[in-house]
């Protein structure tokens, strides 16, 4: 059977106190409307439509890689009216569409299919995903005969003092029969405390009919809401604990899971160990067997198998096997540095390759240039690629030798195998195997301060 999903975000979002859209909000990196769409696909739907209105060109434009279906809903009368929004792609549909909300980021996609399952098997017109909590402040009651069957969802807006005090809530997540819930959604009343069409009321709607409708709870770690900045960083360290137990059982060691940031898509290989304040964000791609020292934030980078990294930066870059950057580095995007080559302390790096076996050690920079295989930077270099106007590129061969304090003067060519002298500020092409020199030669005047000293003191006298 053909499964669809609705995801609900088209809210404002007002207690975020924010001018991004709420489900634009990101949690360990990812917004929370992408989390869910990419956490329906992992389960198998495929067919995915997005209720989107405030903010919509924004939301659209985060979530078009994904290639899901848009409505728009112009008023936010209500999650009943936002799904009344979305009849043009559930018409003439038949079977179960899943609903989400864009503001419950951390359903699992094992809870997804579970409940795909119970409720196709268990033959009901809707089902409700549901938690029981300690405090179920804010979220939806829900109802039951003594029997024990759910009997209809009251808004916590709506509740009863005995009603207030049920601890069974509403996830805002359900499974129904495309059919009943398009006929239902037709009997809803914005009779309510928030005059809004709420898509709860399909529930009672349904069990007056006598039509099956069922709730299955999972545990509320996977059911939150974020309705606040507060609400964001639980969710945040909910996910984060979740991501960092996921790399453990991978075989990554993490000195101290609770101060390591790890974004949600980012891979790690075995053997690596990551000590505190590491912050790995994006689609980064860590190999196996590195070692993190403390303090590193690297970015949507690719950082290949044995290599240390240490109190650095990395930005879009990838980094070569058993290279060592840091401490205090700064790769930014676009550098692609090899293997077994040395980025030290003091270093920036940017939109540069670097040869295998290279070793820029310390106090150094590189921009727009092409270093071959095992060069040796001296401290000090600097490529000098911008003109106050332009920027040109540098090229320097393999085994080539940088003495310290160099000024590499783009656009030059330093060709192989070539020794620039320390001090030397190179302006024109090197050829290979040679030697430069560009500095003034050294001048000696002997005795020069010991007649100046004394003409000074014959003056003091
Ligand atoms: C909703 C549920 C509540 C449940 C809770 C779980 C209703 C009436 N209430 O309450 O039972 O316990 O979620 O988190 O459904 N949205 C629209 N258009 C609208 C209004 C909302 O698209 O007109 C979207 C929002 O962007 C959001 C989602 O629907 O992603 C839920 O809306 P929100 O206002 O946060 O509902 P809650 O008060 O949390
Ligand atoms: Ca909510």
């Known amino acids: 059977m053909l499964n669809y999903a609705l995801i609900l975000a088209a809210g404002e979002g007002k207690r975020m106190k924010s001018e991004t859209p ?16 990419d956490t329906i696909r992992k389960s198998g739907i495929m067919d995915i439509n997005v209720v989107i209105g405030r903010g919509a ?5 985060a979530t078009e890689s994904r290639g899901v279906h848009y409505s728009f809903q112009d008023k936010q009368l209500g999650t009943g009216h936002a799904v009344m929004c979305s009849s043009e792609f559930l018409e003439g549909k038949k079977g179960t569409v899943a609903v989400f909300t864009g ?36 979220y939806g009651r829900i109802i039951r005969k003594e029997s024990g069957e759910v009997c209809r969802i009251v808004e916590h807006k709506d509740c009863s003092g005995s009603e207030l005090l049920v601890r069974e809530i509403n996830s805002g997540m359900y499974c129904f029969d495309i059919e009943n819930l398009l006929e239902s959604l037709g009997k809803l009343s914005n009779d309510n405390s928030q005059g809004e069409y709420y898509l709860t009321d399909v529930i009672g709607i349904l069990v007056e009919e006598g039509k099956k409708v069922g ?18 960083s639980q969710a945040e360290k909910v996910l984060r604990k979740r991501i960092n137990e996921k790399h453990m059982v991978n075989g990554v060691t993490l000195i101290d899971p609770e101060s390591t940031y790890i974004d949600v898509d980012v891979e790690i290989g075995s053997d690596t160990i990551i000590y505190p304040g590491n912050i790995i964000e994006g689609n980064t791609v860590i190999g196996g067997k590195c070692m993190l020292y403390p303090g590193s934030r690297i970015s949507s980078s690719v950082i290949e198998s044995e290599v240390t990294i240490q109190n650095s930066v ?8 058993k290279t060592t950057v840091g401490p205090y580095a700064y790769v930014r995007p676009d550098s692609v540095i090899g293997k077994s080559a040395r980025i030290g302390d003091f270093v920036e790096i940017k939109k540069s390759v670097i040869g295998d076996g290279t070793k820029v050690s310390h106090l150094t920079y590189i921009g727009d240039a092409e270093i071959g295989k095992n060069c040796n930077f001296g401290c000090g270099t600097v490529v000098v690629n911008y003109d106050g106007t332009n920027k040109t590129k540098t090229i320097v061969g393999d085994n080539s030798f940088i003495g310290c304090n160099t000024n590499l003067i783009s656009p030059v060519k330093v060709n192989e195998d070539t020794y620039i002298a320390a001090g030397s500020t190179i ?11 560009a500095r003034a030669r050294q001048v000696i005047k002997e005795g020069w301060v010991y007649r100046k000293n004394s003409k000074k003191i014959n003056k003091e006298d």
Do not use: W
Not at 22 to 37: A, D, F, S, T, Y
Not at 431 to 436: I, Y
């Open 427 to 437: 302006t024109e092409d090197v050829p290979a195997g040679s030697l430069a020199i």
């Open 22 to 37: 709420k489900v634009l909000h990101k949690v360990c990196g990812k917004e929370m409307v992408n989390q869910v769409i």
């Open 103 to 138: 503001d419950a980021p951390l359903i699992s996609q094992e809870s997804i299919s579970k409940l795909i399952e119970f409720h196709n098997e268990g033959g009901c017109k809707a089902t409700i995903l549901t938690s029981v909590v300690d405090c179920a402040d804010g």
């Open 57 to 61: 060109e924004k939301v659209k434009k």
């Open 215 to 232: 709730a299955m709870p999972i545990p509320f770690e996977e059911t939150m809401g974020v309705n606040s900045r507060l609400q964001l």
């Open 314 to 321: 990395i930005l879009s870059s990838r980094i070569g096997e």
